[in-house]
């Protein structure tokens, strides 16, 4: 089979899919040129990642598309039903980056509850004539040891971030529409493991009493409003990787403003690639371009998935 890898995959997996005979094609097409290119080359496989959409208008131009493949978790960037309904095989990779978003998490709680996000903007400003102050004004950071932290969306993703902040000594709480197993296991580097299980509440009671929100969810639909954020403790932190759109930024921008919220972490956007410039400035906002799956580790893991489905299916 032809594949178009148009968002690039991992080394690996081009080893592997040309051991089994597949032609694997990285050059990234623009959207506009996309179902040319696919016609054109006699493309069987797309694979995308985020940047590239598979919607109905692409999947209706190019009728020899056998498979579509997504490298992440969310699916929103394709038509995934009407696909189906096309006899096109869809798949995605969605447990492949799960340490990598939850580690960004807590990368971005561990930078926020000790104003790391701040005082690496101003020690290369005021570091060498304002050390003192700068000491004093960032001398009043907590842990994360203690703290509630409420998991919305307990999928792959919202147990891996169960499992780090237990390890923190985290209280754990969730809240999932879909799902309603708690239970969640931490397996250690020796072998061992401990069966746990999280808090479950609903959404009102785990805004009111978490002290961390953190996002797992799938879809753009807005969760988080005005409403929701007013529901929050004040002095509370909130984090998205999950998907721009499923937090109102407008509402959330206010809310940091009045300081009803200590802070917020973002790697997500409503605009991306263009977030909002007012945004942008808030000094109370830890952000990040859109990187939750972007480890060696996790596009390594993707690549081999991807790979592996391809393979798999291509047998049928």
Known sequence: MKILANDGIADSATKI???NGHELIKTNVAQDHLAKYINDKNIDVLLVRSATKAKKDLIDACPNLKMIGR???GMDNIDVEYARSKSIEVFNTPGASSNSVAELVFAHLGGLLRFLHESNRQMPLEGESRFKDLKKSYAKGMELRGKKIGIIGFGRIGKAVARIAYSLG??????DPVMKNSD????????Q????????LNLNEILKTSNVITLHIGGTKEIIGEK?????KPGSFIVNTSR???????????????KHLAG????????????????LMNPNLSMTPHIGAATVEAQERIGLELANNIISLSKK
Request: proline content about 3%.
């Open 244 to 258: 721009g759109g499923v937090i109102n930024e407008e509402a959330l921008d206010l809310a940091l403003e009045n």
């Open 184 to 191: 969640f296991s931490i397996e250690f580097s020796d072998g």
């Open 228 to 232: 929701e954020l007013a529901l929050m």
């Open 193 to 200: 493991k401990i069966d746990t299980a999280a808090k479950s």
């Open 264 to 279: 917020a972490a973002l790697d997500v956007f409503n605009n991306e690639p263009q977030p909002a410039i007012k945004l």
């Open 170 to 175: 985290m209280k754990v709480q969730v809240h």
């Open 71 to 73: 490298g992440g978790v």
């Open 17 to 19: 899919l040309e051991q």
